[in-house]
């Protein structure tokens, strides 16, 4: 599937909605799956780059019509256009990405707020029905590297007090038994590139890009959040223990942590684009790992 320039996708976007013929386009930030196009600062309209992301995003489309009215948390009222090219459309959720230093920036309260809106939206996520869920066509969420092949990819890259590191995070992984409470729904991407959080009042007003969600171990829900602050982790799972009655286990996370960020490594080991800031994110939770004790 050819990718259209810009000119192409607003005269698709104003093919079906001529009252924007006047509005603002631009580009957002460019996504794996998808080219979005942001309008006026009010609407989102995302162009599938290929065939597998075209059928993720119709996908992710029905999901949302069964999540958004089960959430207390906003998330994208998406709508898809049948083209051609398929493409869909939803009102922005207002709010900017939230990064570790706009995490420590935040008062005490402001932190316990979010981690109790992100605990209250995953243990209604979760409680979600799986067989419903499976009906419209969520699947398992993908697997990671093996073990062996992050030894291959992954531990040449890094230097000898990180591949000591790292292969203390493989050998724990692999003696991790399966997950206590097996596989859930859920989202399995809420790091801070997919929040919608406003800065001016320390709140966070919403969630998008559902396209990795699936089902997948409970734990492993809990993991992406690391990426802005351990402290909004342990936020979370606390305020979840106290919805839904389970009990998390803290090693657990951590340790899934460090492999996802492992295997993210060995994926891309070959791409020079992007090998650099997965060592550095693996370099980061080393760190965060050995101020934790």
Same mark, same amino acid.
Do not use: C
């Given at each position: 599937m050819?990718?259209?320039?810009?000119?192409?996708l607003r005269?698709?976007?104003?093919?079906?909605? =001529?009252?924007?013929t006047?509005?603002?386009? @631009?580009?957002?930030t =460019?996504g794996?799956?998808?080219?979005?196009? &942001?309008?006026?600062?009010?609407?989102?309209?995302k162009f599938p780059r290929?065939p597998?992301?075209?059928?993720?995003?119709?996908?992710?489309?029905?999901?949302l019509? /069964? /999540?958004?009215?089960?959430l207390?948390?906003?998330?994208?009222?998406?709508?898809i256009? &049948?083209?051609p090219?398929?493409?869909?459309?939803h009102?922005?959720?207002?709010?900017?990405h939230?990064i570790t230093d706009d995490?420590? @920036?935040?008062p005490?309260a402001a932190?316990q707020?979010?981690?109790?809106d992100?605990a209250r939206? *995953?243990?209604?996520? $979760?409680g979600?029905?799986?067989?419903r869920m499976?009906?419209l066509g969520?699947g398992?969420?993908?697997?990671?590297?093996?073990p062996?092949t992050v030894?291959?990819?992954a531990l040449?890259l890094l230097?000898?007090d990180l591949?000591?590191y790292a292969?203390?995070v493989?050998?724990?992984f692999k003696?991790? =038994?399966?997950d206590?409470y097996?596989t859930?729904y859920?989202f399995?991407?809420g790091?801070?590139w997919?929040m919608?959080? &406003? $800065?001016?009042?320390g709140?966070l007003n919403g969630?998008?890009d559902?396209?990795?969600?699936?089902?997948?171990?409970?734990?492993q829900e809990?993991?992406?959040?690391?990426?802005?602050? =351990?402290?909004l982790t342990?936020?979370i799972?606390?305020a *979840?223990?106290?919805?839904?009655?389970r009990?998390?286990?803290?090693? @657990?996370i951590?340790?899934?942590t460090g492999?996802?960020?492992?295997?993210e490594l060995?994926?891309?080991? &070959?791409?020079?684009? $992007?090998?650099?800031?997965k060592i550095d994110?693996?370099?980061?939770w080393?760190?965060a790992?050995?101020r934790a004790g």
């Open positions: 050819a990718e259209l320039n810009a000119g192409e005269s698709l976007i104003t093919n079906i909605f =001529p009252e924007l006047a509005s603002v386009f @631009r580009l957002a =460019p794996w799956d998808s080219v979005a196009i &942001d309008v006026d600062d009010r609407l989102i309209f290929n597998g992301a075209e059928r993720a995003l119709i996908r992710e489309a029905a999901l019509g /069964i /999540i958004r009215p089960s207390s948390m906003t998330v994208p009222d998406m709508r256009h &049948d083209g090219p398929i493409f869909s459309s009102t922005k959720i207002q709010g900017e939230l995490y420590e @920036r935040l005490k932190r707020r979010l981690g109790d992100l939206f *995953y243990a209604e996520l $979760h979600l029905d799986g067989e499976r009906a969520a398992p969420i993908p697997p990671w590297q093996s062996e030894r291959d990819k040449p230097s000898s591949a000591t292969e203390r493989i050998w724990d003696a991790l =038994p399966p206590p097996g859930i859920g399995f991407d790091h801070g997919n919608a959080f &406003d $800065h001016a009042e709140r969630l998008y559902f396209s990795d969600s699936g089902f997948g171990p409970l734990h809990f993991i992406y959040s690391n990426f802005i602050s =351990p402290d342990s936020r799972v606390s *979840y223990e106290t919805l839904t009655g009990r998390l286990d803290r090693r @657990r951590a340790v899934l492999f996802h960020r492992l295997s060995a994926e891309l080991a &070959d791409d020079p684009a $992007h090998v650099g800031a994110s693996v370099a980061a080393a760190a790992t050995a």
